[in-house]
């Protein structure tokens, strides 16, 4: 398992942290995702042989959210 943290930019609110965490859930290979709102960090746990940082960036974005 690698970790990986995402700059992710937009999110404010508890309605911010649900859907980005819900989205990085919901691909194949992702174990763990966790957003910190204060710093716009997303630590994200996958398995790098079935999701890519490309497939976790088009995921958040898709949610709305700018990643860096």
Do not use: F, P, W
């Not at 716009?40 to 996958?46: D, I, L, M, P, R």
């Not at 497939?55 to 958040?60: F, L």
């Amino acid at each position: 398992m690698q970790t990986k943290t995402l700059d992710v930019r937009g999110m404010t609110c508890g309605h911010c942290k649900i859907s980005v965490e819900g989205a990085l859930k919901g691909l194949e290979g992702v174990s763990a995702a966790e957003v910190d709102l204060n710093s716009g960090k997303v630590k994200v746990t996958y398995d790098e042989s079935k999701v890519s940082s490309e497939n976790m960036k088009e995921v958040v974005e898709e949610q709305g959210y700018d990643v860096a």
